[in-house]
DNA sequence: TCTCAAATTAGACAGATTCTAAGACTTCAT
DNA sequence: ATGAAGTCTTAGAATCTGTCTAATTTGAGA
């Protein structure tokens, strides 16, 4: 991933491009796995260690509030954050809570009467089940 | 709500209907605005104080493995907890993280190739905008 | 009634995230 | 350059959510 595409992309997300900024906005483009927060803070932190754990929660709000950043919450496990460029949908896994990357398509939205009032933004599409991982001994959960 | 039919859905999905139990389900089926565990118990010790808050989280998890309530993940944000029957779909405030019911409708599930080796228990579909209650001061966001 | 598993409890604990207060860095007008 | 103002970062404390522990109570069935 080239380092001017990722400077651009943060300053036009209105966000000045720090050294810390930097590194997480390139390890998220370089690691598609959806990392939590304490990963990237690891990971980035092990390449070149100037980043607090505070300014890593900073920037990944920044960094979501700019919509370059796509936050994934996951029942009891910690968020996960994702900054693929490309529209998707998600599969979470029921025992593991990882989270992958599907296809997208398009459904159709809610119309105008269902909505009322609200302001619609985004829709995201979840499937859950068990992952290629998990899937071969799910028969260990009823042990 | 009748006392009998949560009695008999608690039994059906395996669980002894304790008072506590009983409790939690009665809110749940009472409140259809997304609870989370905390308001949960403050609710249900307000009325009658004798559930603590190890229980309220003990039966919860029950509930949700039993297939009784549903867990709602929420970024950055306590979970909540829905025991409505009929099928639904969410919609999510961005700004204040409520949740909100949406009518059902069926999208196209996922084909067999690109779920590969997962095992694929059921989907979801979650809107994000703002509600009713925040839509109109969205303004405010840029002051 | 007796027994045993299931359920509950208070409070300690743990993990994730936010807050605080101080300092360092940028920017920009002088 | 210089200084003011705002932005960013920091370490660690604090908070919030949720889980665990160990002891006790409850309840269904023999």
Redesign the pocket.
Known sequence: MDAETIQRSLEDGG??C????YAVMAFLMEHAEHP???EIFEAVNRLDP??????I??????LVEAGLVREVAVE????RFDAKAVRHHHFICDRCGNVEDMEWYDVPKPDADSLGKRVFREYELIFRGLCARCAPRRASRHA
Do not use: E, F
């Open positions: 966000l000045r720090t050294p810390q900024r939590t927060a304490a100037r980043s607090s754990r505070a300014t929660y900073n920037n990944l709000r920044d009891g496990r910690a968020a």
